[in-house]
Nanobody, 124 residues
Framework: QVQLVESGGGLVQPGGSLRLSCAAS????????MGWFRQAPGKEREFVSS????????WYGDSVKGRFTISRDNAKNTVILQMNSLKPEDSAVYYC?????????????????WGQGTQVRVSS
């Protein structure tokens, strides 16, 4: 089973940027879609972004479109979430997850392996 480790979270002011990284173990990383989800206190886990196995097809949640960018490097087994123009409502624990073999998905139930999460806090 793949192991996923997120990094890059922290405290940032509104309007600032953060770059989240997810390092994956295992030789089959490049065959699977990857996704980012987030969960704020008292709220359900929410889809943020996903990318297919090739890196060519990307999906974004409505609340982050135009501000966040997902990418992957299959040679390094990593997936990146670049977050710009951050808002206080972006504050949450961000989770990296491995999805289906191939196509990207926006559905939480299509993700089986999860990282431990990294905290993002946007506050002045």
């Amino acid at each position: 089973q793949v192991q996923l480790v997120e990094s890059g979270g922290g405290l940032v002011q509104p309007g600032g940027s953060l770059r989240l990284s997810c390092a994956a173990s295992g030789r089959t990383f490049s065959s699977y879609a990857m996704g980012w989800f987030r969960q704020a206190p008292g709220k359900e886990r929410e889809f943020v972004s996903s990318i297919d196995w090739s890196g060519n097809i990307k999906w974004y949640g409505d609340s982050v479109k135009g501000r966040f960018t997902i990418s992957r490097d299959n040679a390094k087994n990593t997936v990146i979430l670049q977050m710009n123009s951050l808002k206080p409502e972006d504050s949450a624990v961000y989770y990296c997850a491995q999805g289906l073999r191939g196509p990207a998905s926006t559905l939480l139930e299509n993700y089986r392996s999860w990282g431990q999460g990294t905290q993002v806090r946007v506050s002045s």
